[in-house]
T-cell receptor, first 114, second 114 residues
Framework: AQSVSQHNHHVILSEAASLELGCNYS??????LFWYVQYPGQHLQLLLK??????LVKGIKGFEAEFIKSKFSFNLRKPSVQWSDTAEYFC????????????FGAGTRLFVKA | EAGVTQFPSHSVIEKGQTVTLRCDPI?????LYWYRRVMGKEIKFLLH????????ESGMPNNRFLAERTGGTYSTLKVQPAELEDSGVYFC????????????FGPGTRLTVT
């Protein structure tokens, strides 16, 4: 069965620390990869996405992610986090099933201490 | 441009009752998705519409759930009869066609079945 695994459920960092959130998926076919973020009290919104091409993709607010096909991974990184990055982060894979089925990871709650 | 809206924002019903959730996608978005998040767990895909047609409904839990999208605009998700395990947050998302897979999410409906 297709699945998405996020390695950490809760992460606490101090401002200016570097962030890396792990994401692995299990699906052998072509995938479209996403990281979504939900800030407190707000809707889920897209952080970045990968369809094809350069496996290093850049998103909003200084985030980037690297697709490593051989490892089935799509880890999210940010060199220096800010207090405003406190949010829940979701890795997701969209499969073409005839429709589009998106499978989400369980989410990682990031808390950044000021 | 107005975002995805969902109604109601909260619903508390008793086991055995019926509830209907509504989603209004972004105008012009042919693709509409329903998801559910049970507390502490991952966001689970329920189904995908293209206009009024169900493209993938593999995530619908059972036949107590009925989703419709008459006229290809807004969508409803009916739960009848509701069970305790149906409690959770139901998200709706929409996206445009043409190969763009970014989904725009609504605020969710929090359903509590007592």
């Amino acid at each position: 069965a297709q699945s998405v695994s996020q390695h950490n459920h809760h992460v606490i960092l101090s401002e200016a620390a570097s962030l890396e959130l792990g994401c692995n998926y299990s699906y052998g076919g072509t995938v479209n990869l996403f990281w979504y973020v939900q800030y407190p009290g707000q809707h889920l919104q897209l952080l970045l996405k990968y369809f094809s091409g350069d496996p290093l993709v850049k998103g909003i607010k200084g985030f980037e992610a690297e697709f490593i096909k051989s490892k089935f991974s799509f880890n999210l990184r940010k060199p220096s986090v800010q207090w405003s990055d406190t949010a829940e982060y979701f890795c997701a894979v969209t499969l073409n099933t005839g429709g589009f089925k998106t499978i989400f990871g369980a989410g990682t709650r990031l808390f950044v201490k000021a | 441009e107005a975002g995805v809206t969902q109604f109601p924002s909260h619903s508390v019903i008793e086991k055995g009752q019926t509830v209907t959730l509504r989603c209004d996608p972004i105008s012009g978005h042919d693709n509409l998705y329903w998801y559910r998040r049970v507390m502490g767990k991952e966001i689970k895909f329920l189904l995908h519409f293209v206009k009024e047609s169900k493209q993938d409904e593999s995530g619908m839990p059972n036949n107590r759930f009925l989703a419709e999208r008459t006229g290809g605009t807004y969508s409803t998700l009916k739960v009848q009869p509701a069970e305790l395990e149906d409690s959770g947050v139901y998200f709706c998302a929409s996206s445009n066609s043409g190969g763009s897979y970014e989904q725009y999410f609504g605020p969710g409906t929090r359903l509590t079945v007592t």
